[in-house]
């Protein structure tokens, strides 16, 4: 049977927790060695599932990788094969970044088609909408993207809708195309910047990081580089509404407060008592959370990403509360876990209403993607009695040490096999 973890809820959490580094950020840093042949040195990268997954995926393409954790360095000093197979991309989408590097450096990519996902039918359009306007020719041939370019060419792009891996791809690609690239309605998420400091450490010209208008001034080559990887924004708002849910004292630190402003926002609506310092925020949990409506949007706005785990806070608020999904379509799956818990909790699309109840029950559960499976961790702690969270293989792709983190603060929380 694939692991589980047990809780025991009801005990206030109290402590210090720092957070670790981006895995959205740790992603695209890693694929963004694609782009040269000398080693691009990653500080902290974060002991997940998906980073072994990207990482694989990297050495199958002919990256060799020593170290983990405190000091990753990844070198492909040549490419030796364009193709991101199948087996590795319907485990994890972003293995979709690569696309962008390989057609840059290498002047060919085969990247299987991720197709749907638990969340939402997440097409990739606007990546090769974007690489087709830079002078990539893309063909879709068996399931696989065939994209290929001589060399890249500069051009003014104006993506249809705000995508985070979709900015990605194409900031990499134009880095190395030949003349100037603009990409208007671009995502400004802080991963998307991060992955900007990375490639102006490799000799990249980008302007208007972290705004919706990129301008990038392709280079012939770019150089290795050193780079320490954003704290974990999801992680660390996971983390609040931990200290929150269960009425305790709870300090995060490591974490860059601007990143979370939606998020503090939303928890101070809710009740939730805040203190911000420079790389820390405080949460004091309230007796019981006051109701409180949210929309999730692109950055700045409130994150798609925190949707699951706000919602077990306001499942026990006083009052009715309103999430509004408008990133993707399918982003309740943890609804019917949560009811399984005594959440009131209906939906109707995009759309759900939420009657707070004073207390959950703990019960055996199911994750079904990454943070539903934290939002079920959340409600865990705050039941009464024990909740068993079944595949727990959801939480390990994007939560480092989830529960070590969480038991060091009180929580009765145990993995079993
Ligand atoms: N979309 C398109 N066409 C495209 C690209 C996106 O229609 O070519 C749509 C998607 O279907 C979705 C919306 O645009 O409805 C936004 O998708 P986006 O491309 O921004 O998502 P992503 O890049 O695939 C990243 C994160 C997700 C996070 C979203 C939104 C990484 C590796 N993944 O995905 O993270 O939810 O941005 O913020 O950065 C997670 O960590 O749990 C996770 C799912």
Request: hydrophobic content about 50%.
């Amino acid at each position: 049977m694939a692991a589980r973890l047990e809780i025991e809820g009801g005990v206030p959490l109290r402590g210090r927790v720092a957070v670790s580094a981006a895995k959205n950020a740790a992603l695209p840093a890693l694929a963004a060695a694609l782009l040269t042949s000398e080693p691009v040195r990653l500080a902290n990268v974060p002991a997940l599932a998906d980073v072994a997954t990207m990482t694989r995926l990297l050495e199958t393409l002919g990256a060799s990788v020593a170290g983990e954790g405190a000091g990753m360095a990844v070198r492909v000093e040549r490419v030796r094969s364009d193709v991101a197979p199948y087996e590795l991309v319907s485990t994890m989408r972003a293995s979709v970044l690569v696309l962008g590097p390989l057609v840059a450096r290498h002047g060919s990519a085969r990247v299987a088609l991720p197709g749907g996902c638990a969340i939402g039918v997440r097409p990739i359009d606007q990546h090769l909408k974007g690489l087709a306007k830079l002078g990539a020719e893309i063909v879709i041939e068996n399931g696989y993207v065939i994209a290929r370019a001589s060399r890249l060419k500069g051009a003014r792009i104006t993506t249809d809708l705000v995508t985070v891996t979709g900015t990605e791809n194409l900031m990499m690609a134009a880095a190395l195309a030949e003349g100037t690239t603009l990409i208007e309605n671009a995502a400004r998420e802080p991963e998307v910047a991060d992955l900007a400091a990375l490639l102006a450490a490799m000799g990249a010209r980008i302007e208007g990081a972290g705004t919706a208008r990129l301008e990038i001034e392709g280079v012939p080559e770019l150089a290795g580089a050193t780079h320490r990887i954003v704290p974990d924004r999801i992680e660390a708002g996971t983390l609040l509404v931990a200290g929150a849910i269960t009425r305790g004292d709870v300090t995060v630190t490591d974490l860059v407060p601007d990143h979370v402003s939606a998020v503090l926002a939303k928890l101070e609506e809710c009740g939730v008592g805040l203190e911000v310092g420079p790389t820390w925020v405080r949460v004091r949990g309230p007796e019981r959370p006051r109701a409180a409506d949210v929309t999730t949007s692109p950055y700045p706005g409130f994150p798609t990403d925190m949707q699951a785990q706000l919602m077990t806070l306001q499942g026990l608020a006083d009052g009715q509360s309103r999430v509004t999904e408008t990133i993707f379509e399918n982003r309740f799956m943890h609804v019917a876990e949560l009811a399984r818990m005594g959440a009131r909790i209906e939906t109707d699309g995009a759309i759900a209403v939420i009657r707070g109840v004073p207390g959950y029950q703990g019960a055996p559960v199911m994750a079904s993607d990454l943070r539903a499976s934290a939002a079920l961790v959340l409600a865990g702690l705050a039941a009464a009695g024990r909740t068993s969270v079944a595949r727990v293989y959801h939480l390990d792709r994007g939560y480092e040490r989830l529960e070590a983190k969480l038991a060091a603060l009180g929580a009765r929380i145990e993995r079993r096999a």
